[in-house]
């Protein structure tokens, strides 16, 4: 049986560090009206991105990463960054 591969995709993205809110907020620009801080919780400081109708956590080495068509964005856990992305060659 034939196997595929998926196309990679390019995406920009900011690591979450629990202290870099201004980097954060800068790069959601466009849209840093859908982050809001929370009260900090045992887990650290976490921000709700609003997409859409729905709300998504980030924690602290998550991830946020930017829709391809800048129309929005969501949530990469720091596992599932492991397991999929890596950086991009330059050059």
């Known amino acids: 049986m034939p196997t595929y591969r998926k196309k990679p995709v390019d995406v920009e993205m900011i690591r979450w ?13 466009p849209l840093h009206a ?23 956590t980030i924690h602290p080495g998550d991830w946020v990463v930017r829709e391809r ?7 990469l856990s720091a596992e599932d960054f492991a397991d999929g992305y890596e950086p991009e060659p330059i050059g």
Request: charged fraction near 20%; glycine fraction near 12%; include cysteine.
């Open 17 to 29: 560090t629990g202290e870099n809110l201004d980097d954060v907020r800068a790069f959601m620009r």
């Open 34 to 56: 859908t982050l809001s801080a929370v009260p900090p919780s045992d887990s650290g400081l976490t921000f709700h991105v609003v997409k859409g109708q729905s709300t998504c």
């Open 69 to 75: 068509d800048g129309s929005g964005y969501y949530p």
